[in-house]
């Protein structure tokens, strides 16, 4: 008989203790194929991993029906990244069934803990973009809005990180070797996606031109599911990922003859596609097999939005009123392009109807102030792979530069800075300008950052459409980054304030009066000891160095780049070992200095740096004079599962980028969430937590951004600055001469010329002092534990504003036109 959809669940989605332990035993043998008593913790994660799994279906098929039973608005959210993190405590904590499931387990002979570990993280992300992506459709969910996520399911991540003698070994991150639990194959849910070919026009019966896109090549992309639990388990949405497969398996005739390699030379090359995160961009190969990619995801994307739309509707100027289609960065722009392909050649709209429903669907969130991070395509490629589209987006271009030109008349230079075709050297198509162009709403990430952005990179833009850009300050979820990282933490809040929070992370505010309270602050720091007792214990074990959990843990947690400053920090680590050197029997705070973050493969200067890092810490942690008041500890392949071990750890939160670099960053966010006081710059999200938790309580130091771009239009000596700072002076001597490198004194000579020959772009030396000034200051604190736990809670009380579901909340009313 079929089961309804108000039909009582079958007896294995029952959510008691008796009835998770039998559908553990159940899947055990029965999804498993293991016998318990042969059975390892793996398999038991495997069991449990199923069982959940039971528990979400019901709700994820009601979910999806109810979105078609009632019509509703849909948002698509096209990202490159997804850095999801493991999916086993995060959805039993959404399901309201994480002391259900320790119980049933532990009672049945294993240790939960050992079995979540079994877990292996989706490498689908590498940094921030991708868990902004995982925390917004987290709370979609949460606040019940109709959100699909769309991504690659990369067969690898971007790499798994090594450290060897102190530098960055990449090794393939093959988190799909043992399969994943959590995912849905869908065979029947698979589209065609065309590269090459050549454009053929013609007219049809009535005499208007039209455009054919023949002779082109195919591979096809095939979606699997995932399913995202909200909290509270009442909406479970969906994060579809597409996997490119062969139109054909193999070459028979190539395989009869023995010629075993050619014979699926085009399988492996077609399934290419989803192979691996971001491959190098340093090839001529790597970068056609990344523009391949981001074009293979968005056409997917596109026409299973529309196969979804065109289920209930058939008349596309109804689609903006259905449909709303956010880029996450310029990695989806195409999709613009692809939209007006498939309305123009498939549907046969005009221009103006096609462009208008394009316009009014697509929106676009930009994540980047650099002008070489704003992606651009050389024609070339387009002409080769996509000749449609680069028709398409000449035509926008031509037209978009029609009406600039009739509003500035005779402005050439103007006209060349807003062309979306970049016609300097190389011609090349601007990515970020054909979304601006394509969207109705563009929107940055922190409200220093939206300002920059109609100041500089797309000033041209705001003034043409003033109000079109705005800004939807980052957010995080307070599920995943307190309620299950921070558990001690959590615990405490809860019992004080009730669980409200965990929805309403406003509702923190109530713990401001208990800042004041003695035994709150006493209960909230043996929180604290706690989590870095956990964190002292992973890096004992993992790195085999011991550290002393009273000291001050200063944590750096980011990917390498030179703008997020990873070198400023090890110059305050430098001038620290000194002064303990020239003084030792001085009084020193102690500190773990605790880095962890993922440089490019290609990135020579990042990889050096970390090398540079490591080799610090090798001296600074065996020198007898300094090892007992300072370490240095870089815990590698930094990912969601090890920043839930390091964070809820942290007293320090260092966020050091040259002012006007970082977009927002959301791990500012998160430190501060689980107590750590941040000493930062005046950049990004720091700015707003500094508005909302005030300045008394962090450490902001540094040049502004208004600042740093008059010393870059000016000049700076940054040789001069070195020479009238002896500190820094010798810290660049000791690094350059190989004080930390005596196998190869000169290892480090390209760092300290970046600083001195090179001008300092992100201007360290003009910063070094006031960032070890201000070090001084976190000592001084430290030193007094009450206060600086008073400033902590704080810290956390004052973060209601960054919670992911605010954010979300901003898209749904203000860019898509949607609530809950």
Known sequence: MLRTMDSPLPAEAAFDVAAIKQSLTDHLLYSVGKDPLFATSRDWYLAAAFSLRDRLISAWVRTMRSYYDNDVKRVYYL???????????????????????????????????????????????????????????????????????YGIRYEFGMFTQHVERGWQVESPENWLR???????????????????????????????????WVDSEEVMAMAYDVPVPGFGGKTVNNLRLWA????????????????????????????????????????ARGKEL????????????????????????????????????????????????????????????????????????CGYTNHTLLPEALETWPVDLFERLLPRHLDIIYEINQRFLNDVRHRWPGEMDLLRRMSLVDEDGTRRIRMAHLAVVGSHSVNGVAEIHTDLMKSTIFADFDRFQPGKISCKTNGITPRRWLLSANRPLAALITEEIGDGWVTRLEELQALAPLAEDAEFRERFAQAKRTNKQRLAQVIEQRLGVPVDTDSLFDVMVKRMHEYKRQLLNVLHVVTRYNRIRANPTAFAVPRTVIVGGKAAPGYFMAKLILKLINDVADVVNND??????????????????????????ANLSQQISTAGTEASGTGNMK???????????WDGANVEICEEVGEENMFLFGLTAQEVARVHRDGWDSAAAIAANPELAQVLDMIGSGYFSPDQPDRFRPIVDSLTLGGDHYLLSADYPAYIATQERVDQLYVDADAWTRKAILNVARMGKFSSDRTVAEYGEEIWNVGS
């Open 290 to 361: 990344r523009f391949r990619q981001e074009y293979f995801f968005v056409c997917a994307s596109l026409q299973d939005i529309i196969a979804r739309f065109r289920k209930t509707h058939s008349n596309f100027d109804l689609l903006p009123d259905h449909v709303a289609i956010q880029m996450n960065d310029t990695h989806p722009a195409m999709a613009v392009a692809e939209l007006m392909r498939v309305l123009l050649d498939d549907h046969h709209y005009d221009w103006e109807r096609a462009w208008t429903i394009t316009v009014k669907t």
């Open 178 to 212: 043992y399969g994943n639990p959590w995912e849905f194959q869908r065979p029947g849910v698979i589209y065609p996606v065309r590269f090459g070919g050549r454009v053929v026009r013609y007219r049809d019966g009535e005499g208007r031109w039209n455009s054919q």
């Open 671 to 681: 430190l501060a969430l689980n107590g750590a006081l941040t000493i930062g710059t």
């Open 244 to 283: 490119a497969k062969s139109t054909r398996e193999f070459n028979l005739k190539y395989f009869n003859q023995g010629n075993y390699i050619e014979s699926v030379r085009d399988k492996n090359e077609s399934e290419n596609l989803s192979k691996v995160l971001y491959p190098s961009d340093s090839t």
């Open 624 to 649: 007898p004079l300094t090892s007992s008041r300072l370490k240095v500890v870089f815990v590698p392949n930094y990912n969601v599962s090890t920043a839930e071990l390091i964070i809820p750890g």
């Open 79 to 149: 990202s490159m990244e997804f850095l999801v993190g493991r999916a086993l405590t995060n959805s039993m904590i959404n399901l309201g069934l994480y002391d259900a499931f320790r119980e049933a387990t532990e009672s049945l002979g294993y240790d939960f803990d050992e079995l979540q570990s079994w877990e292996v993280e989706p490498a689908l992300g590498n940094g921030g973009l991708g868990r902004l992506a995982a925390c917004l459709i987290d709370s979609m969910a949460t606040l019940g809005l109709p959100g699909f996520g």
